[in-house]
């Protein structure tokens, strides 16, 4: 509904509303009760919840510009590549086809926390919306401990706005294949372009950047291939003579190293520093969006969950009418729909629900705790203050840690999980535990490690280089479980890997629990 | 207090760049796959939208991932029923992806829609035309400006002075804009009272009339000659260029010497006259004459895909596209173009025959008339631009030495279709007026 044309109506309408002491009534939005909304939310959030949010920018988006924004990865920044453009026309068809309906908001982790409001929703949606993005997320990305110390949300635009330039400026100085080339091998590499163990640097300040860059392009213009002919210096010479031993060269290299795009960027020998740019890029998105990826079930939670007590709370005050109510719980439940595990429509466990659900548990566990609970939880069962209880949790947590910690066998019981073992060489699944008093630690162990990405997704580590030898770059695979890679995917990405490296790479599958070696695969035996 | 921001008015198609690329990155799948396309679909389809797979090739992102089939694993899946611990369910097919959580539709295999432009790249790629001819061929229709009405917007060489002035009249009336003529009159009787001698009835009178005068000229500069608002300019529609009817005879040899590759290279050689046709002409009709040693006239499907045994008598197609034109095209009202494919395998005594035919009768109702023979490409070596060559290649050297407008030529490739076409593309603009 294109608002020039409804707002002389929602004027009046709006006014009748202040006057009945509503926030709205009807369906029509206009940016004046969007912002009485915002301001009526956010008051009752810090009042009832406590919550503690960056400021604001809501931005109005067409649906086309919401399929424009999920094909880049969600940001509205970004530098241009292919596979963007294919998961674009995915989208599309999706949405044309009725086969999914676009999100009616996105929510970006910066400073101001910007949220897209899509303007086809109805005025109810956009409360609905404004409590679970503006106020939910935002107050998890606010305070939450992955997001304060693994990412600069202050940065973050800013910066994105810089790799859109730098890879423009690339393209026309080497040529879009050269530029998509690098782009392409190091996507591959994204997932093992985070650091998981220690904390990565912080984003440089633009003038930072700019200094970096006119010192390489200084570096470039004064290059000198006479200096390569200066008889080296007597330690030099010996430490190339004598091979410092394995040891040594992996303590120069900060060896091993789980972050290969950043090793890649460091240490290659072929890149070109433009190169070398380009993947720092992509490694500071992935970076960016790795604490997202472990926070899935807690972020979505904490929204739901701030959404759903906001909302009921304004109609409890009188301030929204049943009919618009009606509507949001009617998107709610949607929302947190959650079906069984042999129905058609089960796609795994939706993190709306399972947030919401676990977070209202512990409001419950909190005020009203059963026997159970006192015996599960003896920290928060009965302290009566679950505003605390949450909000601390919020903070402290990520899924993994919040599963193992919170999930009760209420809530098991409740949804009725139980452990499949698949082992690949049975023909069968065998079920290992269900809810009952014997399950409950299992399950809640193995959930939480479900949600561990450090421990589902493939350990692969670089373990050694010969910088002085054969360089082979050697790279590790821990293989746990038995679980190995998946071959023809390896193969490709192993080629990326050499296209970065420049000489040959070599992966060896490492058994964790017996440390033995399960198959090596260099790319010396893969073709081009 | 939010910041809002309405983005609603901001670009679109901000990911249309990115999707160029991708195009550009399938290009040679998605080639291949408008080719099966046009192989399987109809001539007159190749002019439009067209839905294509996801290419596999060159357009997969790989990274490390785990292999299905291997290793233990645990599944932690919500909604039990009557499973008890040691229980044993059978996997779902292989591999159990069944159940296994988190199994959504790979986003590798889905179809999309390609734009006509965007089919007509592909498709012409091969063909190796000329940049300008794809140009022309892409453009949809020739649109003239028509006169239709007015507006009140407009760049200013349209400006309509009747109209304007027509309209400043109407409102100078109904605002009562002082005349030229009332003024003129009031500073008349102002000199006569003026010259005559003072005395205070003239004096009042003059004063009168001094400031009648001014109230009149404040008037006329407030209510303008010309406003803006009276202006009108004159509206242009573009409408199609008319263009008169054309009718595609196609002919081909089905005997079973025409195999699955002879018919491809003889629908594109098709595809492109009717491509040509269609832009040229508002209505276009095609109409399918096979023969062996009999012709009929065919639909679409029957022509491509059903074969039939017999001889090759050429001459039997002519005779019946001579009798359809009789019939049904006449050719003042009709333009009338032919394309017939053929491997050159006739009767020789038939040969004669097809020469006195196209001279007698074809040559002057077509305005063009192409044929291809189409060979296998080792035998392009020997041939090249030999004149000797089957009975039917010979025959219609004949023709082509006595008749302008008639093309042939040997194709063994994709590439060599369009040469066989090159005067038509050529003599364009000769074409458009007499069209």
């Keep these: 509904m294109a608002n020039q044309t409804s707002k002389s109506g929602q004027t009046s309408k709006s006014g009748q509303a202040s006057k009945s002491g509503l926030l709205f009534s009807g369906s029509d939005w206009d940016f004046k009760t969007l912002s009485r909304a915002y301001e009526a939310i956010e008051a009752l959030a810090i009042e009832e919840l406590h919550l503690d949010v960056y400021p604001v920018q809501m931005e109005i988006i067409s649906s086309q510009q919401m399929l424009d924004a999920y094909s880049s990865v969600g940001m509205p920044l970004m530098y241009r590549h292919w596979s963007f453009g294919k998961h674009f026309l995915y989208q599309e068809l999706l949405y044309r086809k009725g086969g999914r309906g676009l999100a009616y908001e996105l929510v970006i982790n910066s400073n101001p926390c910007i949220v897209y409001l899509m303007e086809e929703n109805t005025m109810a949606l956009q409360a609905l919306v404004t409590a679970h993005a503006a106020l939910g997320h935002n107050h998890f990305f606010k305070n939450n401990h992955l997001f304060r110390q693994w990412t600069d949300a202050s940065a973050i635009l800013s910066y994105l706005d810089f790799a859109k330039g730098y890879i423009t400026r690339c393209e026309e100085r080497h040529g879009v294949a050269a530029v998509e080339a690098i782009l392409d091998s190091a996507h591959a590499l994204m997932e093992q372009g985070v650091f998981r163990y220690h904390r990565p640097p912080k984003l440089s300040s633009e003038r930072q950047r700019e200094g970096v860059r006119e010192r390489l392009e200084y570096e470039e213009r004064s290059y000198n291939d006479l200096w390569r002919t200066l008889p080296r210096s007597k330690d030099g010479d010996n430490v190339g003579e004598k091979d410092p031993g394995m040891a040594e060269r992996k303590k120069t290299l900060n060896l091993p190293e789980e972050n290969l795009l950043y090793f890649l960027e460091k240490n290659s020998l072929v890149l070109e520093p433009w190169q070398r740019e380009i993947i720092r890029i992509v490694r500071v998105v992935a970076q960016y969006f790795y604490p997202q990826r472990q926070t899935q079930v807690m972020n979505e939670g904490c929204a739901t969950f701030v959404h759903y007590t906001l909302m009921n709370t304004l109609f409890d005050r009188g301030l929204i009418t049943e009919g618009a109510m009606l509507e949001i719980l009617r998107n709610h439940s949607n929302v947190i729909f959650q079906p069984g595990f042999d129905d058609p429509r089960f796609s795994g466990i939706n993190p709306y629900a399972l947030g919401l659900d676990m977070m209202q548990d512990i409001q419950r566990i909190s005020t009203e705790p059963t026997a159970e609970d006192r015996d599960w939880f003896p920290d928060i069962a009965g302290n009566g203050n679950w505003r605390e209880t949450l909000l601390d949790a919020w903070a402290n947590h990520r899924d993994e840690s919040f599963i193992r910690q919170y999930l009760s066998p209420a809530l098991m019981r409740k949804w009725r999980f139980f452990i499949l073992a698949d082992a690949a060489s049975e023909p069968h699944y065998e079920v290992a535990s269900i809810h009952n008093e014997r399950g409950y630690e299992k399950i809640r162990a193995g959930l939480a490690h479900s949600y561990d990405i450090g421990a589902s997704r493939p350990d692969i580590q670089v373990v050694d280089v010969d910088l002085l030898g054969d360089r082979q770059l050697r790279l590790e695979h821990k293989v746990k479980n038995g679980i190995v890679l998946e071959e023809a995917s390896r193969d490709a990405t192993l080629r990326h890997i050499r296209r970065l490296w420049g000489y040959e790479v070599s992966l060896a599958a490492i058994d964790a629990q017996t440390g033995g070696t399960l198959n090596e695969r260099s790319t010396s035996q893969i073709g081009e | ?435």
């Design chain 2, 1 to 435: 207090m939010p910041i809002f921001i309405d983005r609603r008015l901001n670009p679109k198609d901000k990911s249309l760049g990115n999707r160029q690329r991708f195009l550009k990155r399938a290009r040679e799948e998605l080639k291949r796959s408008i080719r099966d396309q046009i192989r399987t679909g109809k001539i007159a389809d190749v002019d439009a939208e067209h839905a294509v797979s996801m290419p596999a090739r060159g357009t997969a992102e790989p990274s490390f991932g785990d292999a299905k089939d291997s290793g233990k694993r645990q599944h932690i899946l919500p909604g039990n029923k009557h499973f008890a611990p040691g229980d044993r369910v059978p996997k779902p097919g292989q591999g159990g992806g069944g159940s296994s959580p988190g199994k959504t539709v790979s986003e590798d295999d889905f179809r999309f829609v390609l734009s006509r432009e965007e089919v007509l790249d592909l498709f012409f790629e091969d063909l190796e035309l000329p940049d300008m001819v794809k140009l022309n061929l892409k453009e949809i229709l020739a649109f003239k400006p028509r006169r239709a009405g007015f507006a009140a917007t407009g760049a200013p060489t349209n400006i309509n002075v009747g109209r304007t002035m027509r309209n400043s009249h109407g409102r100078r009336i109904a605002l009562r804009r002082p005349k030229q003529g009332e003024l003129d009159a009031i500073a008349e009787e102002l000199a006569i009272l003026e010259a005559e001698p003072a005395s205070a009835a003239t004096h009042q009178r003059i004063t009168a009339l001094r400031e009648e005068l001014e109230r009149l000229e404040r008037r006329r500069k407030r209510i303008a000659y010309v406003d803006p608002v009276d202006i009108r300019f004159n509206r242009f529609d573009f409408r199609p260029v008319p263009n008169a009817n054309a009718v595609m005879f196609c002919l081909m040899d089905v005997s079973g010497s025409m195999g699955e590759r002879e018919k491809d290279l003889a629908k594109r050689f098709f595809v492109l006259l009717h491509l040509f046709l269609k832009r040229r002409y508002d209505r276009t009709e095609i109409v399918f004459i096979r023969h062996t040693h009999e012709a009929q006239e065919v639909d679409e499907e029957t022509f491509f895909y059903n074969t039939q045994s017999g001889g090759t008598v050429v001459s039997t197609a002519l005779e019946e596209m001579h009798r359809i034109i009789q019939q049904r095209y006449p050719s003042n009202e009709w333009n009338i173009y032919a394309a017939q494919a053929s491997d050159g395998d006739n009767f020789v005594t038939d040969s004669e025959r097809c020469i006195g035919l196209m001279d007698s009768q074809i040559m002057r109702l077509c305005q063009y008339f192409a044929y291809v023979e189409i060979i296998d490409e080792r035998e392009s070596h020997i041939f090249g631009t030999t004149d000797n060559g089957t009975s039917l290649w010979r025959a219609y050297n004949a023709v082509n030495q006595r008749w302008p407008n008639f093309q042939m030529s040997r194709i063994a490739n994709a590439a060599d279709i369009y040469p066989v076409f090159r005067q038509l593309f050529a003599r364009q603009p000769a074409f458009q007026k007499s069209a």
